[in-house]
């Protein structure tokens, strides 16, 4: 278990769990408004999908509205529950600078990457805005990468030959 002392860190490595955990936090409340909500968290995504304003589509067609939310609460309670497991693992092996938190980390940047592809590759209707994963998980992806190759070193630290 490699990990440098506490005072050696920098600012950065030392406070970098906290960034992923506001992720975490920001995810498990998407998660529990999907859950809460449904489709009408956030009714772009159906708009942009199929064309058709989500109170459109709930009226031509409930029986199809009520699988497309099921769906989304489905997919809230998937992203509670990371949320849920990142939170923990923040609070614990990551914040500790134990390697294999900073490995399990690497989860969230392949998490936005296929959320965005899914959303990229889907049939969208070009009169509406794309939807906001377009947006979101490009900017998580980033923010994940970023702070995962800054912390590094907390994880990798150079050892000297004396060890």
């Not at 490699?2 to 975490?24: C, G, M, N, P, T």
């Not at 995810?27 to 449904?38: A, T, V």
Request: charged fraction near 15%; glycine fraction near 4%.
């Amino acid at each position: 278990m490699a990990r440098i002392d506490a005072k050696s860190e920098s600012f950065f490595q030392s406070h970098s769990w906290k960034v992923l955990l506001i992720i975490s936090i920001t995810l498990g409340l998407f998660g529990i408004g999907d859950i809460i909500q449904g489709m009408s968290a956030d009714p772009a995504i159906a708009n942009s999908i199929t064309g058709v304003p989500w109170e459109e589509l709930q009226r031509s067609s409930p029986k199809m509205a009520n699988l497309i939310d099921l769906q989304v609460r489905s997919a809230g309670a998937q992203l509670l529950t990371l949320s849920i497991l990142s939170i923990i693992i923040c609070l614990t092996g990551y914040r500790r600078g134990e390697q294999w938190a900073w490995y399990a980390f690497w989860a969230y940047p392949l998490f936005m990457v296929l959320v965005f592809i899914t959303f990229l590759t889907a049939d969208r209707q070009a009169d509406f805005p794309p939807p906001p994963p377009l947006l979101s998980a490009p900017v998580f992806f980033v923010i994940c990468v970023l702070v995962l190759l800054l912390s590094y070193r907390k994880f990798f630290p150079l050892t000297s030959k004396e060890d």
